[in-house]
Protein backbone atom coordinates (compact mmCIF):
# COMPACT_ATOMS: atom_id res chain seq x y z
CA UNK A 1 0.00 0.00 0.00
CA UNK A 2 1.55 3.63 -1.18
CA UNK A 3 -0.07 6.47 0.65
CA UNK A 4 0.21 10.44 -0.40
CA UNK A 5 -0.40 13.12 2.07
CA UNK A 6 -1.52 16.25 1.60
CA UNK A 7 -2.48 19.86 2.19
CA UNK A 8 -0.56 20.88 5.22
CA UNK A 9 0.97 24.64 4.86
CA UNK A 10 0.82 27.77 7.63
CA UNK A 11 -1.78 28.94 9.11
CA UNK A 12 -3.20 31.20 11.81
CA UNK A 13 -4.60 30.18 15.03
CA UNK A 14 -8.31 29.64 14.99
CA UNK A 15 -7.75 28.79 11.13
CA UNK A 16 -8.75 25.54 9.26
CA UNK A 17 -7.04 22.98 6.62
CA UNK A 18 -7.69 19.69 5.18
CA UNK A 19 -5.70 17.21 5.23
CA UNK A 20 -5.90 14.31 2.17
CA UNK A 21 -4.33 10.66 1.82
CA UNK A 22 -4.45 8.54 -1.12
CA UNK A 23 -4.11 5.17 -1.08
CA UNK A 24 -2.93 3.45 -4.19
CA UNK A 25 -1.25 -0.59 -4.81
CA UNK A 26 -2.84 -3.09 -2.43
CA UNK A 27 -5.69 -1.26 -0.64
CA UNK A 28 -7.28 -4.62 -0.13
CA UNK A 29 -5.24 -4.98 3.00
CA UNK A 30 -6.34 -2.01 4.32
CA UNK A 31 -8.56 -1.84 6.87
CA UNK A 32 -8.14 0.98 9.12
CA UNK A 33 -6.52 4.69 8.12
CA UNK A 34 -5.07 6.42 10.90
CA UNK A 35 -3.86 9.99 11.18
CA UNK A 36 -0.85 10.43 13.78
CA UNK A 37 1.11 13.30 14.05
CA UNK A 38 4.82 14.64 15.47
CA UNK A 39 6.02 17.46 16.84
CA UNK A 40 9.57 18.29 16.84
CA UNK A 41 11.21 16.51 19.95
CA UNK A 42 8.23 14.43 20.76
CA UNK A 43 6.66 11.00 20.00
CA UNK A 44 4.63 10.60 16.99
CA UNK A 45 1.16 10.37 18.41
CA UNK A 46 -2.35 9.57 17.54
CA UNK A 47 -4.84 11.98 16.23
CA UNK A 48 -7.33 10.03 14.38
CA UNK A 49 -8.84 6.87 12.70
CA UNK A 50 -11.35 5.56 10.47
CA UNK A 51 -12.46 2.24 9.27
CA UNK A 52 -13.12 1.94 5.51
CA UNK A 53 -16.13 -0.27 6.06
CA UNK A 54 -17.40 2.19 8.67
CA UNK A 55 -18.46 2.65 12.18
CA UNK A 56 -17.71 5.45 14.77
CA UNK A 57 -14.68 7.12 14.11
CA UNK A 58 -11.85 7.38 16.60
CA UNK A 59 -10.07 10.48 18.02
CA UNK A 60 -7.85 11.77 20.34
CA UNK A 61 -9.36 13.79 23.28
CA UNK A 62 -6.73 16.47 22.28
CA UNK A 63 -8.63 17.48 18.77
CA UNK A 64 -12.26 15.96 19.79
CA UNK A 65 -14.97 18.60 18.45
CA UNK A 66 -11.71 20.33 16.03
CA UNK A 67 -10.92 17.45 13.84
CA UNK A 68 -12.99 15.32 11.23
CA UNK A 69 -12.04 12.31 9.80
CA UNK A 70 -13.88 11.53 6.59
CA UNK A 71 -13.36 8.57 4.06
CA UNK A 72 -14.38 8.47 0.03
CA UNK A 73 -14.25 4.75 -0.68
CA UNK A 74 -14.62 5.32 -4.42
CA UNK A 75 -10.98 7.40 -4.57
CA UNK A 76 -9.31 5.24 -1.23
CA UNK A 77 -8.68 8.70 0.00
CA UNK A 78 -9.13 9.62 3.49
CA UNK A 79 -9.16 13.58 4.87
CA UNK A 80 -8.64 15.08 7.95
CA UNK A 81 -10.54 18.13 8.46
CA UNK A 82 -9.03 20.33 11.09
CA UNK A 83 -10.98 23.57 12.59
CA UNK A 84 -9.76 25.62 15.51
CA UNK A 85 -5.94 25.54 14.95
CA UNK A 86 -4.25 26.11 17.71
CA UNK A 87 -0.22 26.38 17.63
CA UNK A 88 0.09 23.72 19.71
CA UNK A 89 -1.25 21.42 16.52
CA UNK A 90 2.10 22.20 15.12
CA UNK A 91 3.32 18.96 13.68
CA UNK A 92 4.23 16.80 10.67
CA UNK A 93 0.80 14.69 10.38
CA UNK A 94 1.02 11.10 8.60
CA UNK A 95 -1.46 9.09 7.81
CA UNK A 96 -0.92 5.33 8.26
CA UNK A 97 -3.22 1.70 6.60
CA UNK A 98 -3.36 -0.81 8.92
CA UNK A 99 -5.20 -4.32 9.03
CA UNK A 100 -7.69 -3.00 11.59
CA UNK A 101 -7.20 -5.11 15.17
CA UNK A 102 -6.23 -1.87 16.36
CA UNK A 103 -6.61 1.90 16.29
CA UNK A 104 -4.57 3.86 18.68
CA UNK A 105 -1.23 3.26 18.56
CA UNK A 106 1.76 2.97 15.66
CA UNK A 107 2.28 -0.61 15.98
CA UNK A 108 -1.08 -1.39 14.33
CA UNK A 109 -0.05 0.54 10.88
CA UNK A 110 2.07 -1.50 8.42
CA UNK A 111 2.37 1.77 5.84
CA UNK A 112 2.99 5.12 6.73
CA UNK A 113 2.84 7.98 4.34
CA UNK A 114 6.02 10.66 3.95
CA UNK A 115 4.24 13.23 6.55
CA UNK A 116 2.79 16.73 5.32
CA UNK A 117 3.69 19.62 7.97
CA UNK A 118 1.34 22.05 9.66
CA UNK A 119 2.22 25.25 11.42
CA UNK A 120 -0.55 26.85 13.18
CA UNK A 121 0.98 30.70 14.30
CA UNK A 122 -0.27 32.62 17.07
Known amino acids: VQLQASGGGLVQAGGSLRLSCAAS????????MGWFRQAPGKEREFVAA????????YYADSVKGRFTISRDNAKNTVYLRMNSLKPEDTAVYYC????????????????WGQGTLVTVSS
Open 25 to 32: GRTFSSHV
Open 96 to 111: ASGGGRGVYGTSWYDY
Open 50 to 57: IRWSGGSP
